[in-house]
């Protein structure tokens, strides 16, 4: 199984890292600051350590390796995050676990940390928030409402329209939260807006804000896609061809208003579904919270869900709207084969990136020969590794798979 959970844009500021050298447990580290401001990408990183180790401590050659404090090795800028402690190796040296220390400044700035999150957390949780205390302006006009998906941070519940009796969702955002995750401005409700009725789009019904909330009240659909594989397994060719043509057609119209989605998975494509019959009726694209404008200068936010990142991501070298092609790439091939193409074993952020970044889609044993040519063309073409060579929107609409 995929990790549920994705990764929300780093924040704008710098990274503040203490690099260890690798064996020597007297040396107390040297914290450097890791952005995209400070370093073009990770080798121009690794160059910077090695001459800031080098100031300090006898390198026998260059830094070549970083892992971190629980031994996953660091292979982008966006494996870094505000406070970590890393071990930094040369060539050919073998990671030595000594008891490791930092230095006085960096044991401040830890302990800042951990206050400045604990009052966060305390402050924010969604986790305890009873329907009933939902503001009037939601409770007037929704009725039975019933927690769906309810956490510190997210809280989702499905009810129903006081009047018309119409099934809803109500989803509560914390907006301190996303103005502090975010390395893009936070952008949904304005997006709900301007993708409203468009027929493969979920249909925002209205809206609440408060000073620390945003409530959006949304129409309600059966399932989402990974219901039906979970439940049902891999899906037909048939019904993939009706998921993709609808997809691609919400994301040209994204895309067409200059906005890229930046979390295309399968729990993301809701469908008018029913699992006795198994008819298919509709596929909607929801969730744009990390939804970017892109305007002609590359994105560079390391984010969304690790299984379903574009190389380009997670390499934090700069993207565009085609980041949306390879994870509905990734999507088609889950949906089809029931396995994901790229870490489908792990559970470790970066052994996901490891294998995106270094492995090429295979299809699982025991299943060659089930797909049509048409159908593994298309994940091809969706999965080129590099972002000129993959299909566009346009042209993935116009491949031979989705033709009637």
Request: aromatic residues 10%; charged residues 20%.
């Amino acid at each position: 199984m995929f990790l549920a959970h994705r990764l929300q844009p780093h924040p704008l500021k710098a990274m503040r890292v203490c690099f260890l050298r690798n064996g020597d447990r007297f040396f107390k580290g040297v914290t450097m600051a890791v952005s995209r401001t400070h370093f073009k990408d990770f080798e121009a990183l690794l160059q910077g350590v090695t001459e800031a180790l080098s100031r300090h401590v006898v390198l026998p050659s260059a830094i070549t390796k970083i892992v971190g404090a629980q031994g996953s090795p660091m292979t982008s800028l966006g494996c870094f995050v505000e406070g970590d402690t890393v071990i930094c190796c040369c060539k050919y040296e073998e990671l030595v676990w000594v008891k490791y220390g930092i230095n006085k400044e960096f044991q401040r700035l830890l302990a800042s940390l951990r206050r400045w999150q604990d009052r966060r957390i305390v402050g924010e949780s969604l986790e305890h928030i009873m329907p009933n205390e939902l503001p009037d302006a939601i409770q007037l006009y929704v009725s039975q409402l019933e927690p769906v998906v309810q956490h510190a941070r997210t809280l989702i519940l499905r009810g129903q329209m006081q009047k018309s009796g119409t099934q809803c969702i109500v989803k509560m955002v914390s907006k301190q939260y996303m103005d502090c995750t975010s390395g893009d401005p936070y952008i949904e409700p304005e997006v709900l807006r301007q993708l409203q009725s468009h027929p493969n789009i979920i249909e925002l019904m209205y809206s609440v804000e408060e000073p620390l909330y945003l409530y959006f009240v949304l129409e309600y659909l059966d399932c989402d896609l990974k219901d039906v594989v979970y439940k049902s397994g891999p899906i037909s060719e048939a019904y993939a061809r009706s998921v993709v043509r609808g997809t691609l057609a919400g994301l040209a119209h994204m895309h067409r208003l200059q906005l890229v989605h930046r979390d295309i998975k399968p729990e993301n494509l809701l469908l008018r579904f029913s699992f006795e019959s198994g008819e298919l009726n509709m596929v909607k694209i929801t969730d744009f919270g990390m939804t970017a404008y892109y305007r002609g200068s590359k994105l560079y936010s390391c984010c969304g869900t690790p299984n379903f990142m574009a190389p380009e991501v997670i390499a934090e070298a700069g993207y565009d709207y085609q980041v949306d092609c390879w994870s509905l790439g990734v999507t088609l091939f889950y949906i089809l084969y029931g396995v994901l193409p790229f870490g489908n074993h792990h559970t470790v952020v970066v052994e996901v990136f490891a294998a995106i970044m270094s492995g090429e889609p295979k299809c699982p044993e025991g299943m060659e020969g089930v797909l049509s040519s048409e159908a593994r063309q298309l994940i091809d073409g969706l999965l080129q590794r590099n972002p000129r060579k993959r299909l566009t929107v346009a042209e993935a609409a116009e491949h031979p798979f989705l033709q009637p």
